[in-house]
Nanobody, 111 residues
């Protein structure tokens, strides 16, 4: 059974940073593009960032130059480094591989 488990969310003040992790078990991530999404209260889930098998990255305009997606195939995991966080970044963050989703981790940006 393949599982994706996010961690690293929490409460942070505006301007702060968090690093999300997504640990994958049951299947190697080596051959998959990997994604982060988020869903804010009363909003639809939106794509945040992606990293290809070769390591090419893409970001939503709203997070470009603030967030960094990465992967570690040796650890079968991916990450999202989030800097300069703002209240609009408050959401549940999900990792995705193929059609598989994690359960999400809450990120709250508030003073």
């Amino acid at each position: 059974q393949v599982q994706l488990v996010e961690s690293g969310g929490g409460l942070v003040q505006p301007g702060g940073s968090l690093r999300l992790s997504c640990a994958v078990s049951g299947r190697s991530i080596n051959r998959y593009n990997l994604y982060w999404y988020r869903q804010a209260p009363e909003k639809q889930r939106e794509w945040v960032a992606e990293i290809s098998v070769s390591g090419t990255t893409n970001y939503a305009d709203s997070v470009k130059d603030r967030f960094i997606i990465s992967r570690d195939n040796t650890k079968n995991a991916m990450y999202l480094q989030m800097n300069s966080l703002q209240p609009d970044d408050t959401a549940v963050y999900y990792c995705k591989m193929s059609v598989l989703w994690g359960q999400g981790t809450q990120v709250t940006v508030s003073s």
